[in-house]
């Protein structure tokens, strides 16, 4: 147990599942997320994660937006707000001095070390700040590079205990017509999310190559999801004058509200079937140390802020929070 680390894959604005019975007409899929692709053959590492590892149906229920969503994931709590009147981009949220799963780590393992690497933004004091070696970039920086220096870093120090990588790209499809004829490949989360499990698998087989899979718990999660296919969508893609018949191939973003219902395109108004896709987050907990007993398991009803603490008791490390650990 001593010997026990932690990898934590953070995707920025990755649906975790969607509601029962959408499909994008132009693909006959449901609107990209990992539950749905993986149903559908699409997405081959992220279905060994979810077959040797817990699914959860994760939800945001605070704010969705990615300064308290990323907060959530590392702290285990809602409890934070933004200064009235502040935006909350300039990480004017109060709590920034709680505890996070990073700092909470480095407590209980000084001799282990504790790294982070992602958008310059979130690799703060409250968010994902490690105390061994933090390296952020600007939004939307290359996850392939990203992803090498933190490689590179995990090759240098062999005594890593728990390192955090944040991939933002995915989130730069966000404001986008994704199955337009016209959509360039990067700017479609179709193809985007077809990438992003070629970089799961990358991260599986390095660890693998390594030797520090059998003693590595992989935990994959996300702030947001987006709007997509839903009257939040639709009103958004009317407002920014999308063709009527392309509405259906419509994400706006992840904006107030949150909460929507999915919208009805045979007959061109709400459905009355909630769709909250904005709330709909990732969360997989899984890698070689992950106990047998969790495998192949699906949790219904999960939160955004399970997520650090699910970590601190596989870790076996006090995290105060208000969220429930899966174990
Ligand atoms: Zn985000
Ligand atoms: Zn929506």
Same mark, same amino acid.
């Given at each position: 147990?001593?010997?026990?680390?932690?990898?934590?894959?953070?995707?920025?604005?990755?649906?975790?599942?969607? @509601? $029962? =019975?959408?499909?994008?007409?132009?693909?006959?899929?449901?609107?990209?997320?990992? +539950?749905?692709? *993986?149903?559908?053959?699409?997405?081959?590492?992220?279905?060994?994660?979810?077959?040797?590892?817990?699914?959860?149906?994760?939800?945001?229920?605070?704010?969705?937006?990615?300064?308290?969503?990323?907060?959530?994931?590392?702290?285990?709590?809602?409890?934070?707000?933004?200064?009235?009147?502040?935006?909350?981009?300039?990480?004017?949220?109060?709590?920034?001095?709680?505890?996070?799963?990073?700092?909470?780590?480095?407590?209980?393992?000084? @001799? $282990? =070390?504790?790294?982070?690497?992602?958008?310059?933004?979130?690799?703060?004091?409250? +968010?994902?700040? *490690?105390?061994?070696?933090?390296?952020?970039?600007?939004?939307?920086?290359?996850?392939?590079?990203?992803?090498?220096?933190?490689?590179?870093?995990?090759?240098?120090?062999?005594?890593?205990?728990?390192?955090?990588?944040?991939?933002?790209?995915?989130?730069?499809?966000?404001?986008?017509?994704?199955?337009?004829?016209?959509?360039?490949?990067?700017?479609?989360?179709?193809?985007?999310?077809?990438?992003?499990?070629?970089?799961?698998?990358?991260?599986?087989?390095?660890?693998?190559?390594?030797?520090?899979?059998?003693?590595?718990?992989?935990?994959?999660?996300?702030?947001?999801?987006?709007?997509?296919?839903?009257?939040?969508?639709?009103?958004?893609?009317?407002?920014?004058?999308?063709?009527?018949?392309?509405?259906?191939?419509?994400?706006?973003?992840?904006?107030?509200?949150?909460?929507?219902?999915?919208?009805?395109?045979?007959?061109?108004?709400?459905?009355?079937?909630?769709?909250?896709?904005?709330?709909?987050?990732?969360?997989?907990?899984?890698?070689?140390?992950?106990?047998?007993?969790?495998?192949?398991?699906?949790?219904?009803?999960?939160?955004?802020?399970?997520?650090?603490?699910?970590?601190?008791?596989?870790?076996?490390?006090?995290?105060?929070?208000?969220?429930?650990?899966?174990?």
């Amino acid at each position: 147990m001593k010997d026990q680390r932690a990898f934590i894959l953070i995707l920025d604005m990755l649906a975790g599942h969607w @509601a $029962g =019975k959408t499909t994008v007409p132009a693909t006959g899929l449901p609107p990209p997320n990992v +539950w749905g692709y *993986a149903q559908a053959g699409k997405l081959p590492a992220f279905q060994d994660c979810i077959e040797n590892g817990t699914f959860v149906k994760a939800w945001n229920k605070g704010n969705c937006n990615t300064p308290y969503g990323q907060k959530y994931l590392a702290s285990g709590t809602y409890e934070t707000r933004s200064v009235p009147g502040v935006d909350p981009y300039c990480l004017m949220v109060q709590g920034a001095e709680k505890e996070t799963i990073l700092s909470a780590c480095k407590r209980k393992y000084p @001799a $282990g =070390k504790v790294a982070a690497f992602g958008s310059d933004a979130w690799m703060q004091t409250g +968010w994902w700040k *490690a105390t061994d070696c933090t390296m952020g970039w600007g939004s939307y920086y290359s996850d392939f590079l990203t992803s090498q220096q933190c490689f590179k870093w995990m090759l240098e120090n062999p005594e890593w205990k728990m390192v955090l990588l944040y991939l933002p790209q995915y989130d730069l499809t966000g404001n986008c017509p994704v199955m337009g004829k016209d959509t360039a490949y990067t700017k479609d989360k179709h193809h985007s999310l077809l990438q992003l499990d070629r970089f799961l698998w990358m991260v599986k087989t390095f660890l693998q190559e390594k030797n520090w899979w059998n003693e590595t718990g992989l935990f994959i999660g996300s702030d947001h999801g987006c709007h997509y296919g839903c009257d939040a969508a639709v009103k958004a893609g009317r407002k920014k004058g999308v063709p009527e018949k392309e509405l259906s191939n419509y994400c706006s973003n992840h904006e107030p509200p949150y909460d929507c219902l999915v919208w009805d395109f045979e007959k061109n108004k709400p459905s009355k079937q909630r769709s909250d896709c904005c709330r709909r987050t990732t969360f997989i907990a899984g890698g070689g140390a992950w106990p047998a007993r969790m495998r192949g398991k699906i949790v219904e009803q999960g939160e955004i802020i399970d997520f650090s603490p699910t970590i601190a008791d596989f870790m076996k490390i006090k995290l105060p929070a208000d969220g429930r650990s899966l174990l």
